[in-house]
């Protein structure tokens, strides 16, 4: 059975284009398109990954960023975002709990090493 | 009423120690404004968002890692007691114009009554008494979709403007605050003279009409996390309506009982 991903992405073409491309690798990618709908799943199912948009309305990636590290501490999260933040701030939130940050637009190969290489550790 | 009946207990203070990136993320997290600074376990002062983005606009200097949040805290709201009378907290939160007051007792920090406190209190009261139109100010800045972001952003940061709503043609398409641009100023090497509003634009596309209660209002801005809705009148942007209108007719409400 493959690594489970849960990618969190309001806009849906980018959330579904994701899914194609890592169930393509083997992983069991499920797809949320809100912040609220992402917590709801992680409060019933176990995922190896979240892979979480920043940018979304009403709920943003900081605000489920935070929950996520009350109501499952250890959950890796890894930004997927447009946003190229800086070596200080990766830094800090690696401290914080964050495993990566993947910028968009993405290249499929990086995408898929990447979360390759988070979810076999 | 006193203040300790209406206290909002998820307060996330910041260690004046700490430098001001771990408190934006306290605030990006929380989609706070404003957070409490403690100096140990004694309340020291506020740290707001405009003091961050003050920095980012000055970074050639020094990075936001290496500047404490005890230089940027400021000392201009004062703490109040958990006996004082709301009412109190209410005039300092219109007149100052903060997004909380913190209650301390003695020097301890024990929580923060913020705006949404006391909309959420407050708000059931004027159900059916007023209506949008009644607290909405007419002042509001709209931006095409299509502007440059960087003109738009020096409005927001050097504080002229708090919420700009962004329109395609009159089609409202969502608003920038200053928490989505301290988001955005993260970023490294950012050059905002090369992005358009579009690139950072949430789609929140929340609206309400000038003649719809006002409690429809307070539950936009819950269910948003929006401080300020616009506020539309066949199909035109007409103004915004924001937490701060609707708490200044609070007190007006309450002055006047």
Redesign the interface.
Known sequence: MGKRVLVVD?EVSVAKTVKFILDAEGFETSVVFSGEDCLKRINSESFDLVLLD???????G??V??ELQKIKPGQKVAFLT????????KE??RK?GLVDSITKPFENEDLINRVKAITSV | MLVKELLGGDVTPVDIKNDVLDALFIMLGKRENTLPVLDGRRFAGTVDITSYTKILQDMTNRKPETISVGEIMSKKVRPVDPNTEISYVIDNICEKEVHGIPVTSGHELIGMVRRQDILRHYTPSLKGKFKVQDVMSYHVSTNSIHDKLEPLAKRILQGYERKIVIVDYDTIKGTIDILDLANVLLSEGIDLSRMSVKDILLPNAVSIGKYEDVTKAVQLMFEWKMEGIPVTDKNQVEGIVRDKDIIQRIKYTKDTA
Do not use: G, T
């Not at chain 1, 920043?54 to 943003?60: D, G």
């Not at chain 1, 447009?82 to 701030?89: D, L, N, W």
């Open positions: 309001d920043i940018m979304m309305p009403k709920m943003n900081w605000q960023f935070e447009v946003i190229r933040y800086s070596e200080a701030v800090k939130l914080e």
